[in-house]
């Protein structure tokens, strides 16, 4: 085993790279989470002096302030010396231009997925010559096949559950060389041969990532654990048996994910007033008055403050729940002034601002589109946030939400069971309100129980909030994370290789 293993990060998305990792330009490639995701590792591991390497698309706008000729000539300059040492672009007019990471349409995704998959097959990892290659989500699910045909050990992230299909035919035409490792993929029909198959029989990504993948990892133990138990239908049976082996194999584990280091409110540059555990009593009342102004509404410091962080997805996020119950909890509350912020963006949008006009809410309710800034001052303003996903692969928001002390609500699933307990106030434990029943009464029980906790003596409260940042700081940290990932690594280097 080498003595110090090159890890190869292949990622389509990444928030930040560490300056000293290549060069002082700022680049960021971000379409959701697993960017931050994927920055954060990066990131840990080259500060615990691991020897990392990062494999991204070149997109035109991953650097950001660049866009004169002059500017375009320097920026050729930075990729050549990038590509020297440890971030290593790959090129194609596919994504180069794109402006952002996914289009939207499913066919230029498929293009940019198998141009950025074929630079790194067939020109970055034989630069980098890695002795463990780290795969995340379909964009990559080709490579793990590359490299259990090579025997270079392999881990597959999956944050999330999407995928995309293609034939070897048009996989090959776009430069690689399916035919050299086409029995490591997973086809959608059992394959007879290549030949019978190089037309038609589609190629599944995610689920050959986690067929060839030497390990894999969900971002939250029991996400896994609820898809090897068949608990969400949504999950294609391909990709859940390919989990059942692999976790019955002793290949599959869960690895929480851990929110950005910015994410904390005594050093955040994005609110208005930094504070701590011991002084987040009087401070977090000057921030909610500032969002309140912000947002015209009502100005009390006293008001209790409910926050919506996550994008306005019914499928998954469960904001259907909160609009059937808005106007019933704010009336409910009413003489606590109970109001609700929401930064996000997404279809259920409209259907908030609806009821808010319906109601004549607005000086209570406060629908915004996302906004980084906005969304910072809302967990230093507010007491609660609001997460009733119907599933949730891991979750950042509501680990997010302990360390400013702004207590969770959330349906005990996936990511949120591995790191939401019920408070209890009487034995000093816990860090939010959780309810089991994925429906309008289930989510309003636990607000019930939320406002039962802010009614408490206010010196109870202050006792409980500083308990619950302090936790959440030491509990939710990259450090943590990366150890966890690290361990992985030597694990499968140790383990004997099978192709």
């Not at 399916?178 to 959608?188: C, D, E, R, T, V």
């Not at 009336?331 to 609806?354: C, M, P, R, T």
């Not at 029980?445 to 936790?471: H, S, T």
Request: charged share 25%; with cysteine.
């Amino acid at each position: 085993m080498a003595q110090k293993p090159r890890i190869l990060i292949v990622t389509p998305e990444v928030t930040y790279l560490p300056e000293d990792m290549g060069d002082q330009a700022h680049y960021s490639a971000k379409a959701g989470g697993l960017a931050d995701v994927s920055a954060a590792l990066i990131s840990a591991l080259f500060d615990f002096g691991c020897d990392v390497h990062v494999a991204l698309p070149d997109y035109r706008s991953i650097f950001s302030g660049y866009t004169t000729k002059t500017h375009n000539r320097e920026l050729e300059k930075i990729r050549k010396r990038l590509d020297e040492e440890r971030i290593h672009l790959a090129a194609d007019r596919a994504f180069f231009y794109l402006d952002n990471v996914y289009s939207g349409y499913s066919d230029k995704d498929l293009k940019v997925s198998l141009a950025f998959q074929r630079e790194v097959i067939n020109n970055i990892i034989p630069r980098v010559e890695p002795d463990i290659i780290h795969c995340n989500d379909w964009m990559t699910g080709l490579i793990p096949a590359m490299a259990r045909q090579m025997e270079i050990p392999c881990l597959f992230t999956i944050h999330n559950i999407h995928t995309m299909t293609s034939t070897m035919a048009e996989i090959e035409d776009r430069g690689i060389d399916a035919a050299s490792f086409w029995n490591k993929l997973f086809f959608k029909t059992p394959p007879y041969n290549y030949e019978e198959s190089r037309d038609w029989n589609r190629v599944d990504f995610l689920t050959s990532g986690v067929f060839a993948a030497h390990y894999v990892n969900t971002v939250s133990p029991t996400f896994l654990k609820e898809i090897v138990e068949d608990r969400h239908p949504f999950v294609e049976s391909c990709l859940k048996n390919e989990l059942i082996n692999k976790y019955h194999a002793g290949c599959a584990t869960g690895i929480l994910n851990a929110p950005e280091p910015e994410f904390n409110p005594a050093v955040d540059e994005m609110i208005r007033y930094n504070y701590g555990p011991k002084n987040h009593r009087k401070i977090k009342a000057k921030n909610k008055l500032c969002i309140q102004k912000i947002l015209d509404l009502d100005q009390d410091e006293n008001a209790v403050m409910f926050f919506w962080p996550s994008r306005l997805d019914p499928v998954q996020k469960g904001c259907q729940l909160l609009a059937q119950i808005m106007y019933d909890i704010v009336s409910q509350y009413w003489d606590a002034n109970l109001q609700i912020v929401s930064v996000a963006s997404g279809e259920y949008q409209k259907y908030f601002h609806d009821i808010v006009r319906f109601h004549g809410l607005e000086r209570r309710v406060a629908i915004c589109g996302f906004s980084e800034g906005l969304s910072h001052q809302a967990f230093a303003g507010s007491d609660f946030l609001f997460m009733p996903s119907s599933f949730e692969p891991c979750g950042l928001p509501q680990m997010v939400g302990g360390i400013y002390g702004t207590l969770p609500i959330v349906h005990d699933t996936g990511g949120l069971h591995d790191t939401i307990r019920q408070i209890d106030t009487g034995n000093n434990l816990g860090n939010g309100f959780l309810f089991n029943v994925h429906d309008a009464r289930g989510f309003k029980w636990a607000i019930d129980r939320a406002m039962d906790f802010y009614f408490l003596d206010p010196d109870i409260k202050e006792v409980q909030i500083n308990r619950i940042m302090i936790e959440s700081v030491l509990e939710f940290n990259h450090s943590r994370c990366a150890e966890e990932y690290i361990n992985l690594y030597e694990k499968m280097l140790k383990r004997p290789f099978i192709v």
